[in-house]
């Protein structure tokens, strides 16, 4: 069984900064790329910020310059550091990783349960 928990979300005034983490657990054996989504109300989920096992990158254009991605390996964790956050920010952020629970196994995506990011004054 697998699990991807997120923290470190909250309130926070605009052009202020938060930094999410989302650490996996449970009977991993390889973890390929992790990624942060956002869905804001009313809106479809959407790509944040994505990040090979090799540490490339790719961001969403909205966010491109503010935010940063990144992984520690050995924890099987993904980061992701929002700087110069905006009301249009706000939203559930979610992250993803696609792993492998064992040698055998297929590649599959595993979610984590979400946490608010709200950007207001």
């Known amino acids: 069984q697998v699990q991807l928990v997120e923290s470190g979300g909250g309130l926070v005034q605009p052009g202020g900064s938060l930094r999410l983490s989302c650490s996996a657990s449970?009977?991993?054996?390889?973890?390929?790329?992790m990624g942060w989504y956002r869905q804001a109300p009313g809106k479809q989920r959407e790509l944040v910020a994505a990040i090979t096992r090799g540490g490339s990158t790719n961001y969403a254009d909205s966010v491109k310059g503010r935010f940063t991605i990144s992984r520690d390996n050995a924890k099987n964790t993904v980061y992701l550091q929002m700087n110069s956050l905006k009301s249009e920010d706000t939203a559930v952020y979610y992250c993803?990783?696609?792993?492998?629970?064992?040698?055998?196994?297929?590649?599959?995506?595993?979610w984590g349960q979400g946490t608010q990011v709200t950007v207001s004054s």
């Open positions: 449970g009977s991993i054996f390889r973890i390929n790329a």
């Open positions: 993803n990783a696609d792993l492998q629970t064992a040698l055998w196994d297929t590649l599959r995506t595993y």
